[in-house]
Structures are given as C-alpha cells and as structure tokens.
C-alpha cells in the first residue's frame, strides 16, 4: 500500500523519550519535528536524540544480492525497499 508519507524522505535515529525513558530507533519523515513524536507512552513533546551513531553498511551490491531485499522489491518498489532494506539491518 503507497500513502504520501512513504514517498517522503526520512531519517532514521537512536531516540529516548525524557518522560519515560524509553529508547527506540524512530524513522520519520525528514520535515517531521522531535517535538512532534509521540512515545508510547502516549505523550508528545519530549523525544530527544540520543546521539548514537547508526551505521548502515549496506552497499547497493549487498542489497540486490539479499533474497530479502528481493522480496521487498516486489511488495513495494526499489525506492521503498531500499529504505525499509536499511531501517531492517538496524535492528539486527
């Protein structure tokens, strides 16, 4: 299913709500706000970054070589796929 959000650019980062301590690796839209993201705490307005570095170490090579990033592109498309792709390498 393609919404208007999926199409968006997004960033993907370490997180920590300052209410609850909750910390979880968030991908949002690039234009989205911190004080716009909702913890599952249910508040809104006290997400920060971590600063945690992510890493993604997935060349375009690796990825078309991937029987799961193969999959993706079928369901989704190559410009989904390839953000989903990263987003699942950073929680393994």
């Known amino acids: 299913m393609k919404t208007l959000e999926s199409s968006l650019e997004h ?25 716009d993201i909702e913890c599952k705490c249910g508040f809104i307005g006290a997400v920060i ?4 570095t992510l890493n993604i170490d997935t060349d375009d090579e690796t990825m ?3 029987v799961r990033y193969q999959n993706m592109v079928t369901m989704w498309g190559e ?11 950073l929680t393994q």
């Open 49 to 52: 970054k971590t600063g945690q």
């Open 11 to 35: 960033e993907v980062a370490e997180v920590i709500c300052l209410k609850c301590l909750n910390r979880w690796i968030a991908v949002y839209p690039q234009d989205t706000l911190l004080k």
């Open 79 to 89: 410009k989904i796929a390839k953000r989903k792709y990263r987003e699942f390498c």
């Open 64 to 66: 078309k070589n991937d």
